[in-house]
């Protein structure tokens, strides 16, 4: 690497100092240096500075603006773990002043906030990449590799969700700042769709040959939080007696072009254990991810996991069918090594000035599920129109059909999808 | 037992028969008689007479028309198991004639057949019964023990499907005059609701204080048939050029009116092993059929699926929860006993004059979502209203309330839910 790639890091809080610490420190060794690190609340941008400080590199310039890192004008690329509703206006600012964007994750709140990254990609030329580190997760990445294949036939149907009880982390309260309390407040949708969406996207080729159409939602009563507050905080506590909008269970269903059936899971303010429900349905085989488990036509009896004879029997195909990312790299840090492979993609397409492999478009049809979503609840479960942000560009986009599967051994990380 | 109830079998194809040797032969040294057995189709009815005469028991009347069953004027109740779309006028005769019925499972064609069993009912105060087995499930009943126990806090969402690879079974083709091939080749729909909502209506108190109200449903494209066709059958077979109306996965979200969801699944047509995927969430704690385990809030861990900890923890609850049906009796027979249960509960209710414990408002809330989904479906997914068939009784059905949690130990059968 002859040039170090020079980036910002705005956002300090959980997400931001989990990335940091666990993956961009170490890759400082790397090629890229952190310039800067910007959140509104200057005490966490000042502490993660000097984290960076105390792991032996330059002390990044701290500030709460992140305009004032726009005019200082030195950086190659800018990282944006902040608040999701703050999430389009700081990253269409960067985009504007040229500095591609490394977008964490988070739904969108209005249709409006998707198509102004889209236009401010088209305007200016600026790439925007969502950091949806569960498009490199080792089994998204297998599976991807196997679809591919045709192992498992034609896909008819994925499903995933998030499925993690988040109950202490909301309710910490607003004194933690927490941005996800004032949504689970005042909001009742599918707020965070990606980590299950994008893998299966990838797979089923959206934006690239096909394209979600519409979706519906529906949600089930609220009771989770409320009965969380009562058994765990103290009575005066000035949450015991709020409502919350956000129902327990949201469960989404999307149409694609191409006739496939996705099916979406928010559901995290009941007690359970943590499953992304990854879940691909082809004419010859099937995935499930709550056993971790294949059924391949010919091969199993129907009636096999009634003994548990099929519980945990992936990994025996990891030899075979393991992604060549996980065969070639040990990802070290935070979520099993998703979060090391994402921000290699990242930085290796800013460092190339290439097209990211979860592009501005992708960025968008991940997010829009959530103020979708919104509007399909508050109208009773309606179907609504899931638009084509590529305009068009979908059946026939050659900027990405090129590079699709040509898997350069020399540029793994911005070429796989 | 003083006086064996008069009984006859209208349907002797694969289920029929299933029925008759699994749990109806065996029952005849208990309190009912066979007189009559009766299909379309003359030999299967002379099969079924015959196989009860070589038990040693008296000979059936054989018959392909029902109507003379009806004319004979000697039975005491009857036992509808032929096609699906013949159930209705079938099972309404013989309400008019004052004879009880028992009808097998399948989901209707329209609102239409719902409102005749229920003005039927009305006109008459003969009983139907849907005799869902899977209501009288091990793991069903336990659950059913454990919400009304409080075990589970509030249940919020329930999801089940029926999933199970019939391309087999359908594309038997015409020749075998199953009915489900031509379902198949014209539907598209949930075609078959009720194993998986019966025993979830039970626990959410549905027409007892609770009802469904709406529901939208979604059909992923249709393939699997087709290729299994392809793959299996002889290249000038008649069935190889023929487009099935029926989307390989059929997913379906049901409102109630005390804010839970419900979600369903139909999952017939692709290679998968067998599940109907019971899941019951609470506030303080869940059930996943899948993994056949529980999680309870505060007792294990969010990750600790991860390492496989949890899969198959349900049978160490069984000491405390099993239900009492299952403790005081054995079940022999079809699908892992619950045939032997429900038969037992339809006689029961049938010797009694009683109410029976699924009754016709039951039995045409779990069949009306065949059709009801299929308008969903030709609609785009938009959602539907779920009629109120018990016309206002919902919210205080005293004839249900009043046996509802008293579990008689001489009468279990009948007034369980």
């Known amino acids: ?47 993660a500075a000097e984290a960076v400080e105390k792991a032996g590199y330059p002390k990044p310039f701290v500030t709460a603006d992140y305009k004032e890192l726009i005019a200082k004008g030195n950086l190659d690329a800018v990282i944006i773990s902040s608040s999701w509703e703050t999430h389009v206006e700081i990253a269409t600012a960067f985009m504007r002043a040229g500095i591609p964007v490394g977008l964490e994750v988070g739904g969108a709140y209005s249709l409006n906030d998707c198509w102004k990254l889209v236009n401010t990609y088209e305007e200016t030329g600026t790439h925007c990449m969502l950091l949806e580190n569960c498009c490199y997760g080792k089994r998204e990445l297998m599976l991807l590799n196997m679809v591919r294949s045709g192992i498992l036939g034609e896909i008819v149907h994925c499903a995933g969700g998030y499925q993690h009880d988040l109950r202490s982390e909301i309710t910490g309260g607003p004194e933690t700042k927490h941005y996800r309390f004032l949504n689970y407040l005042n909001r009742n ?85 943590y499953s992304r429900g990854f879940t691909v349905r082809g004419t010859a085989g099937s995935y499930f991810e709550d056993t971790d488990s294949f059924f391949f036509d010919g091969e199993h009896d129907k009636f096999e996991f009634n003994g548990r004879g099929l519980w945990g029997n992936a990994a025996e195909y990891e030899e075979k069918h393991l992604h060549k990312l996980w065969r070639n790299f040990d990802p070290k840090g935070g979520h099993d090594g998703m979060d090391w492979m994402v921000l290699h993609a990242f930085f290796d397409a800013v460092e190339k000035k290439a097209k990211p492999p979860i592009d501005v478009y992708d960025t968008v049809t991940y997010m829009c599920i959530s103020a979708l979503s919104e509007e399909s609840i508050a109208l009773g479960g309606q179907p609504v129109a899931i638009p084509d942000f590529t305009q068009g560009k979908w059946y026939r986009r050659t900027d990405l059909c090129e590079t699709e599967y040509a898997l350069d051994q020399k540029q793994p990380f911005n070429e796989i999808f």
Chains 1, 2 share one sequence.
Request: proline share 3%; glycine share 8%.
């Open 189 to 273: 949708c599918e707020n965070y769709p990606t980590h299950e969406l994008g893998p299966i996207a990838k797979l089923l080729n959206i934006n690239n040959g096909n394209r979600l159409v519409s979706l519906a939602s529906f949600a089930s009563s609220s009771r989770g939080l409320n009965e969380y507050i009562q058994k765990n905080l103290k009575s005066d506590d000035r949450l015991a007696d709020l409502e919350f909008a956000q129902g327990d269970i949201v469960t989404t269903v999307i149409k694609c072009a191409k006739g496939q059936t996705i099916q979406l899971t928010l559901d995290t303010t009941l007690p359970r254990s």
């Open 1 to 47: 690497m002859n040039k170090k790639i020079r980036f910002g890091l705005i956002g300090c809080s959980k997400r931001g100092t989990g990335l940091l610490t666990g993956v961009l420190i170490p890759m400082l060794e790397e090629n890229i240096l952190l310039c800067a690190t910007c959140d509104k609340y200057i005490d966490r941008a000042e502490n």
